[in-house]
């Protein structure tokens, strides 16, 4: 396979770094600190195209549908760490956002030779997880052209399911498949093509938005506090009862209290505070409002 990388921002030479192996560590992590500046930039380019991918995600959750990221390396990586901290963070099952890495779980941690250019293993493990037209799919890959990921997005589409990228190539083919692209485009590494800076910062930031505004649609947040949080250690339990506090302004002995009469339900505590409830009551509110507590307490 003959690969073309002389037309990839991504794989050209950043002239800002080109005598890093010269300078001090203070100066080379200068240049590598300024470099970084540009990402945020880059992404809030992007803003109305990740609002629409928001849009989009938040959609599928209230119909029941799940977010799958899917990507190779670097890329696969930072979807599986975006989808690993949705349920301690949100309280969502497991298989809500779901992340593919192309080699399986053994490339999490090691590179699996030739996975990222297979188009069937992208097949393959949209099957494995019955992804369906309910589905969005967020095809994941700096350069924009990995096999394994347009072989996904392909087949995301086949089954009528959306379909979104997140590239630092403009026009990339990840691009052209999508119904939204998404495309930060961060310019030459510090280190030439180590896409896993600049260009593996901006696919994070992208990610934290997608799931943080798509939960935060769905009810996850009030305020700004993670009203879903579940209390699965020490710190966990401790964060739950401030959340309860800093929404009720309640004391501390009112938010153990009410915690300890939900089974540690932080939203549910919360109505109870707010309108008196029982924790029958605030549950039953709670879910005719679909979750959503400024709603449940405008019900009282």
Known sequence: MNI???SMVTESRNMASKDIDQLSTLEMLRVINNEDKKVALAVEQELPHIADAVDIISTAFTQGGRLVYCGAGTSGRLGILDAS????TYGTKPEQVIGLIAGGHQAIFKAVENAEDSLELGIEDLKAIRFSHNDVLVGIAASGRTPYVIASMEYAKSQGAKV??????PDSPIAQQADIAITPVVGGEVVTGSSRMKAGTAQKLVLNMLTTGSMIKIGKVYGNLMVDVEAT???LVERQKNIVMQATDCSREEAEQALSQCQR???TAIVMVLTGM???QAKQALSASHGFIRTA???K
């Open 297 to 299: 307490i405008a019900s």
């Open 265 to 267: 339900h932080c939203k």
């Open 233 to 235: 250690n020490a710190k």
């Open 164 to 169: 979104i990228s997140i590239s630092c190539n």
């Open 278 to 280: 029982s924790a029958e």
């Open 85 to 88: 901290e949705c349920p301690p």
């Open 4 to 6: 073309d990388l002389s």
